[in-house]
């Protein structure tokens, strides 16, 4: 008897529906230009916003520590794996976010999965934007609090649940991404702040998307909105700007202490490699001292936009270079992200149930390390695919 004859079922589902995908290999360092299945490529699907996962110094960074530290933390933090990396990371995030104390985790995901059932008890209310990031409805799920869901960036709705809730509960705590991935856009933060005061409720923002993009130096979406001081506990990711892997807290001195003692995945999974911290140091610094790879960035996204808005793409509505083509239907999604592999170009198609049925995109992700040349060949690509099946 075949006890695992269920999975095949469920394989074949997605095989029906034409979502089954076999993952592609890319054969080197993430880069403007990848090697992918053994072709060369224009990459539009990284969060390596910045070049920085293969910049020659974070690279020699995580070398020098790699012959000082070794390959691996050997323990997690609360036992001997907080190597003397790990609090000059934290210092320094500290003093970039601008925020009080900060808590390094593995991943950004698992900062999600640590923080929120670490920060809310029973007797709680978390509220969350429909469109948050999976990882902050797993780590909603892991929480003993209550949940309630408000419409996306809907203010009246977000205000709805408070007016109705918010006396029945201890504590509550509002959840947002500072940027949404699928769509690119901005949370209200100066309305959330503004609402959670008059409401006496907790903030926080995973602003995973924002880190290295937004903000003076790429400080994030809060120094954007000029709301320093006024979140109470900002998220962010050292895997996607930063180039590397990693998540962190910022908060409040007492926050990080709490965490260090119920932050699980602190106390139950070992921490990242010292060549990691090393290197998200290396990059953070690089952040610090220059705008050159932020401006860039942003100098790209908007060269890439106008030529998608002037070819009739609808863009949808971004703020940041994350830039979504819609496109609608599933399998017209999946077929045009193909075609546009043929000529060279890898953008990833998205489609239910990462988005609603029938909102199927493509997701161009701009990077500070993409040349002129790449972004005009990307934009021709997406010109003939488009009028090969009648998007444009
Ligand atoms: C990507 C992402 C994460 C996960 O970050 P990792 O460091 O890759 O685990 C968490 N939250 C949001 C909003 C994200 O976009």
Known sequence: MNKLAYIDEKIAELKKNGIYRVLPVNYGPCKNVIDLNHRSVVNLSAN????LAADPRVVKAAEKALKKYGAGAGAVRTIVGNQDLMGELETLLAQFK???A???FQSGLNCNMGVIQAVTDQGD???SDELNHASIIDGVKLSKADRAVYKHSDMEDLERVLKEKRSLYKNVLIITDGVFSMDGDLAKLPQIVELADRYEALTYVDDAHG?????SHGRGTVDHFHLHGRIDFVIGTLSKAVGVVGGYCCSKQNVKE????RGRPLLFSTAIPPSSV???????KILMTSTEATDKLWENARYFKEGMTKLGFDIGRSETPITPVMIGDEAKTMAFSKRLLEAGVFVSGIVFPTVPKGKGRLRAMISAAHTKEDLDFALEAFKNVGKELSVI
């Open 211 to 215: 880190s290295g993009v937004l903000g």
């Open 125 to 127: 209310l978390i509220v």
């Open 48 to 51: 390596n916003y910045l070049g």
């Open 278 to 284: 090393a290197a998200a140091i290396e990059s953070i």
């Open 102 to 104: 900060v808590t390094v």
């Open 98 to 100: 601008q925020e009080e």
């Open 258 to 261: 709490w965490l260090l003692h």
